[in-house]
């Protein structure tokens, strides 16, 4: 693709909005606690509306926007269900995990793993999660976000990689969690808006618009794609919202910590809701787009086709050919905050992870806030520095298949684990160690017999059913060792106790602020959708 011109008017459009992130990070740094709690937790006084954007923010950047677009431009429409099917994930999250976390008063996901079973299970979590965040996460989001960037400049992107990383450090390692979150309110509005608008300036350019694009290839405007699909099966996509979604949502550090910094379960769970409503209109920004490019390129013949492995530069290409000067840079500089977000997260997750549950459990058990912060500044910005150093190697996988797989066969062990705590009181310390453990062994092992078997078999397939054995492992070793102690179990055994307590909050609320009415709402909008293009 040949290098295009970015007017005076794109660039200071970049340079502003990306420092005004970065300045809205810094004054976030000033004003919070120099406290262990505030700089990890924010203190736990997140409104509802900085933890759906946050939300959103944090799982938003370029392995979606470049990944996924590059995907639906290979796959088509169904790709979109990686961004509309969150439904049914929220519901068991907001169900069984946010009143546990938030009625316990639970810091971190291995913390949980210590109270209910015991110190080995927390270990484990921390050191799979914090290699899988510097090896799975950090990489493809770098390097998606400095590809393009590369692709669109022509600079050399070593380079591009080191600035996008040390910008994003330069508030997110001095401020916490309460800067991170402050910058994610603000790039999830320059994304959305940005990308919303890019969307329909692109399909402006296609003669007939989408009833045009739908007629020519009407077999790609499809959410239903058949358990046979190596893209996204819809049967798939079912059994992971038992999964590897779930443990994405819930049981993910960089995750779930939007909503540990809640001021109630109230706002935990409208924070949720209003994720939701924001992933209605995600896919206009992060996939949609390559259902255009398509169009123009192998419909209208308009250029050279992307198929069948150049998909992920079709966000580039479309870049160079739909927008006009101005709107490239507002796209850019939404580009720029989505990638700088997911970073800030995971480097301030690997920071709270290590510096709490590594460093203080196992190195310095008397390490005071102080210590624990600049413990956690170091070990974040150790992390980004790993980071930038593997990101090439994601060129040779794909961006949107190296991240899926590897988040899908990390999370099996954990979710697997995890739900049989909160669901059956006989689960035990032992049956626990032997799910992480063996659930591990069990998903290489899977995948190794499909390999010599030459079984091609969708990832999510080989997530359930590896969830399945590992769940099985569980039930079985905790039968045959003794019963854990109630008071272990009891406050994190699930209880329909949970659901009338927070029912009766809400019934003292009006009707405009009820969790159930803007639940009803967001449910009612997704059943449109997929009765729309099932």
């Known amino acids: 693709m040949e290098k295009f011109h970015l007017s005076l008017v794109d660039v200071l459009i970049i340079v502003v909005e990306t420092l005004a992130v970065v ?28 933890i759906g954007a946050a939300f959103v923010a944090t799982s938003v950047s370029s392995e979606q926007i470049v990944g996924t677009m590059g995907a639906t431009y290979k796959g088509g429409l169904a790709i979109a269900n990686w961004e509309w099917w969150a439904l049914p994930t929220y519901l068991l999250m907001m169900v069984f995990f946010i009143p546990m976390y938030l009625r316990n ?19 484990i979590y921390s050191i799979v999660i914090l290699i899988g965040y510097i090896f799975v996460f950090l990489p493809p989001v770098i390097y998606g976000g400095s590809v393009t960037i590369s692709e669109l400049t022509g600079w050399n992107i070593q380079y591009v990689m080191a600035g996008i990383v040390v910008l994003t450090a330069s508030y997110t390692l001095l401020g916490g ?8 309110a603000i790039q999830c509005l320059l ?9 329909f300036v692109a399909l402006n350019k296609i003669p007939g618009g989408w009833g045009a694009m739908m007629e020519a290839s009407p077999g790609r405007f499809h959410l239903y794609m058949p358990p046979s699909s190596q893209e996204a099966p819809f049967a798939g996509l079912i059994l992971a919202s038992f999964g590897v979604f779930l443990f994405y949502q819930s049981s993910n550090q960089v995750m779930i910590q939007r909503v540990l ?54 966000f580039p290409v479309a870049l160079e050919l739909f927008a006009p000067s101005g709107l490239k840079g507002v796209i850019l500089a ?46 974040g910005g150790m992390a980004l520095l790993i980071g930038v150093m593997i990101a090439p190697l994601v060129a040779d996988v794909g961006l949107f298949k190296y991240f899926q797989t590897g988040v899908t066969y990390m999370a099996t062990p954990f979710i697997a684990v995890l739900l049989m705590g909160l669901l059956w009181r006989r689960t ?39 969830e399945a054995l590992t769940m099985l492992l569980i039930m079985a070793v905790s039968l045959l060792t003794p019963a854990p102690p109630e008071t272990q179990v009891t406050p994190f055994l699930w209880k329909l106790a949970w659901l009338r307590s927070l029912n009766e909050e809400d019934k003292s609320r ?16 997704w059943c449109y959708i997929y009765w729309r293009f099932w």
């Open 105 to 123: 008063k639970i810091t971190t996901v291995p913390e949980l793993l210590n109270r209910r079973f015991g110190p080995i299970c927390g270990a």
């Open 261 to 314: 910094s809640a001021r109630s379960t109230w706002d935990g769970m409208m924070g949720i809701i209003f994720s939701g409503f924001i992933n209605l209109v995600r896919p206009l920004v992060t996939c949609l787009l390559g259902l255009i490019v398509y169009h123009w390129l192998d419909v209208m013949k308009q250029g050279p086709s992307l198929l069948p492995d150049q998909q992920d530069k079709a």
């Open 510 to 525: 009006p009707w405009f602020r009820k969790i159930k009415f803007w639940l009803l709402v967001y449910a009612l909008a």
């Open 191 to 199: 994304m959305i808006a940005g990308g919303v608008l890019f969307f």
């Open 177 to 184: 969690l309460s800067s991170v979150m402050w910058t994610d």
């Open 23 to 50: 300045a809205i990070g810094l004054v976030a740094a000033k004003k919070i606690k120099r406290t262990a709690a505030g700089y990890f937790l924010a203190a736990g006084n997140m409104p509802w509306y900085l």
């Open 428 to 466: 035990t310390y032992a049956g626990a160690i032997a799910g992480l453990v063996g659930g591990v062994l069990i998903q290489l092992g899977l995948a190794l017999l499909l390999y010599a078997l030459n079984i091609k078999m969708n990832w999510l397939y080989e997530g359930a059913i590896a």
């Open 334 to 379: 939404g580009f720029f905050a989505a990638v700088m977000s997911s970073i800030s997260a995971l480097a301030n997750s690997i920071a709270t992870i290590f510096s709490l549950d590594v460093y203080k459990r196992f190195w310095r058990k008397r390490a005071g806030d102080r210590e624990l912060i600049i413990t956690g500044q170091l070990s």
